[in-house]
């Protein structure tokens, strides 16, 4: 399955988020959005994603 | 120094802090002790493909000791940044949020349509919502009426370290919207200019640039804190009204060497 993980396109076997994330190599400290909708950590493990869906995987930074 | 109020919490320190461009790590965390702050402000951007990088900094973010304040930078939309303060929130583990809405490029001036909108969504969705604003009164007044129990009016654009841009404005705001919490956020460069910030009212500072492309950081961290408490102190203490014509301190009376009559 086709998708993009932070601006990149990503292929994956899987189709739940967390594995996806998984297999990506994301770690914490996360905190994930699917087509710019916050997905709570404790719904990865149940969120079914479709081909072409936009996954961004955020960590914190300095900030002003 | 008094305590002032940031919804349900109360902070001494009358300056928050942005980790942002520090030189380094060290100096950063000598900064955040110099200035005193209590509260300094995060942010998130995309995990890179080398994860550990993040580390470093969210085991900095734990020694500090200091509460988080995660804002909404770069965001051009209010659906941005509402989806970027929930995942904020679950992240750093805070209901505050640094609301910004950028509307232009250039100036990084605040889309106030786009913050008061999101502002709206955030107070409903239960967090307490620190706006990056303008000076602007009504605009101002619409997100204390929303529920903004702090505003963030900008002195001068982000970065710019001008100082206040219009002192006037500021002090209307200070007049007409007494109970709110106001910090001057963005724009302020030197001491005199938190000095100036304070006298005309604000109850606190946002610094970032100004101390972390100093010479020194930790010595204007320094710097800044105590202007913070020379402004306050100095606004307390009722300063004189300014005069158009000289008026001797000494006393004329008595003066030798002259002929009165």
């Known amino acids: 399955m086709e998708l993009i993980i932070n601006d990149s396109p990503y292929q994956s076997t899987h189709d739940i988020l967390s594995e996806v994330l998984s297999e990506w190599g994301a770690k914490p400290p996360m905190t994930v959005a699917v087509n710019q909708v916050f997905i709570p950590r404790h719904h990865h493990s149940h969120h079914q994603l479709t081909a072409g869906d936009v996954i961004e995987v955020l960590t914190p930074i300095q900030g002003g | 120094m008094t305590p002032f109020r940031i919804y349900d919490r109360t902070y001494q320190t009358r300056l928050l802090l942005g980790t942002a461009r520090y030189p380094s790590p060290a100096i950063l965390q000598q900064a955040v002790t110099g200035s005193g702050a209590e509260l300094v402000t995060v942010s998130l951007r995309r995990q890179q493909s080398a994860p550990e990088s993040a580390q470093p900094f969210w085991t900095l973010l734990r020694k500090l000791n200091v509460d988080l304040l995660p804002n909404t930078a770069g965001c051009r939309t209010a659906d941005e940044a509402f989806t970027l303060a929930q995942m904020s929130r679950e992240l750093f583990d805070t209901p505050l949020i640094k609301l910004e809405v950028i509307g232009d490029d250039q100036t990084l001036q605040p889309d106030m349509v786009q913050t008061l909108a999101c502002a709206r969504r955030l107070l409903d969705d239960g967090f307490q919502v620190l706006p990056y604003c303008t000076d602007d009164l009504m605009f101002c007044r619409a ?119």
């Not at chain 2, 001008?162 to 709110?180: A, I, K, N, Q």
């Not at chain 2, 101390?211 to 320094?222: C, E, G, L, R, S």
Request: one cysteine or more.
């Open chain 2, 143 to 261: 997100l204390v009426e929303a529920g903004c129990e702090v505003i963030m009016p900008w002195g001068a654009p982000i970065g710019t370290g001008r100082g206040l841009s219009d002192p006037y404005r500021l002090r209307t705001l200070r007049e007409r919207l007494p109970d709110v919490t106001l910090i001057v956020d963005a724009g302020l460069g030197k001491p005199s200019h938190v000095t100036e910030a304070m006298e005309l009212g604000a109850d606190a500072v946002l610094l970032n640039t100004a101390i972390a492309k100093a010479h020194d950081p930790v010595a204007m961290a320094q710097a800044c804190r105590l202007a913070t408490e020379a402004g306050l102190l100095g606004a307390q203490a009722g300063p004189m009204l300014a005069q158009d014509h000289a008026n001797p301190s000494t006393p004329v009376l008595g003066m030798p060497f002259r002929r009165t009559s």
